[in-house]
Nanobody, 126 residues
């Protein structure tokens, strides 16, 4: 079974940083894509970033471009999302998802990832 475990969330002050991890199992890691989205209280899902694990191509949403960085450690079957210069509006539950197979990451496709794990809470205080 495909399993995704997001971790690394927490409470941080505005301007601070966090590194989120997404540990994946149950599939051949480098033949898929993994992405992150978040959901803030009372708001819909927002696609943040995605990485194609076969070629390293990445996608970033406009709200996080230049502040967040996605990376992978294929030996550890883990994708990371480095969150820098955090703002109160970054508060939300962060989820990682994976594709079923080969996948092109973009602003639309990120919402179509096939598997999602439980999220990790990020809270940014002002």
């Amino acid at each position: 079974d495909v399993q995704l475990q997001a971790s690394g969330g927490g409470l941080v002050q505005s301007g601070g940083s966090l590194r989120l991890s997404c540990a994946a199992s149950g599939f051949t890691f480098d033949e898929h894509a993994i992405g992150w989205l978040r959901q803030a209280p009372g708001k819909g899902r927002e696609g943040l970033s995605c990485i194609n694990l076969s070629d390293g191509d990445t996608y970033y949403g406009d709200a996080v471009k230049g502040r967040f960085t996605i990376s992978s450690d294929n030996a550890k079957n883990t994708v990371y999302l480095q969150l820098n210069d955090l703002k109160p509006e970054d508060t939300g539950v962060y989820y990682c998802g994976s594709s079923r197979g080969l996948f092109f990451c973009d602003a639309i496709s990120i919402y179509g990832l096939d598997y999602w794990g439980k999220g990790t809470q990020v809270t940014v205080s002002s």
